[in-house]
């Protein structure tokens, strides 16, 4: 094999490996963060929560995602028992609902009840839940109204437990909804809106790191 063919494989190797690393880096260092122990805290919810490369959003943090795409409120209490407590998070992030919005057995009470059970079941475990707004859709208007009437709820739920609730979609909206240039397809975040959503974060952990 000639030099210079030699040196094209290796080249190629290094940008398939550091390609793989680019993709992968979020995970790998979830399971590094996993290997060493409990992690700090837990971004828990549904396809909002899931799209997101928190590690490198929330640098120095030990977080760890757990966000499933398309699940209800019922569903992630489920999966709250299943897969955050064994983690002992010291904090757990919760943002869902929205999918029982489009659900056909939609019943606000049920979301709120999802809601509050899992914020009981945090507590009982020595893990200090923070809730997180529902977020609004560009151009839908009746979403949009049930958003606010849930959010408001959540509100109330924090107030009544004493713990954090943190309006991030006050931070992505307009007169329209979600702003068009923080999504690419009207409901999800794009990179722009994670950044958006990280540095409310960051603001709430820096806050309570003084307390």
Request: glycine share 4%; proline share 3%; aromatic share 10%.
């Given at each position: ?21 680019y ?5 790998l ?29 929330l ?12 699940f ?5 209490k ?11 998070p ?13 659900s056909?057995?939609?019943d606000?009470?049920i ?26 859709r ?5 979403y ?25 979609n006050?931070?992505?909206?307009d ?11 009207n ?5 722009k809106?994670y ?17």
């Amino acid at each position: 094999m000639s030099f210079w063919a030699s040196m094209l494989i290796n080249i190629l190797l290094i940008t398939l490996v550091v390609l793989y690393y680019y993709r992968n880096s979020d995970k790998l260092k979830q399971r590094l963060i996993l290997a060493k122990g409990n992690p700090e805290m837990v971004m828990f919810g549904d396809s909002h929560t899931a799209n997101a490369r928190w590690t490198a959003l929330l640098p120095g943090v030990r977080v760890v995602t757990l966000g499933f795409s398309g699940f209800t409120s019922d569903q992630l209490k489920s999966m709250l028992m299943i897969k955050v407590l064994p983690l002992k998070p010291e904090f757990c992030f919760i943002q869902g609902g929205g999918n029982d919005i489009n659900s056909r057995c939609y019943d606000k009470s049920i979301l709120i009840a999802s809601i509050q059970s899992m914020v009981d079941t945090l507590l009982s475990h020595n893990t200090r839940p923070v809730l997180q707004s529902l977020f609004k859709r560009n151009n839908a208007p009746d979403y949009n109204q049930e958003v606010d009437s849930i959010n408001e709820l959540l509100r109330q739920v924090a107030l009544k437990y004493n713990i954090a609730f943190l309006d991030i979609n006050e931070k992505l909206v307009d007169d329209d909804g979600l702003k068009k240039e923080l999504t690419p397809d009207n409901i999800h975040l794009n990179n722009k809106g994670y950044l958006i959503w990280s540095e409310i974060l960051k603001s709430y952990l820096d806050k309570v790191s003084y307390e």
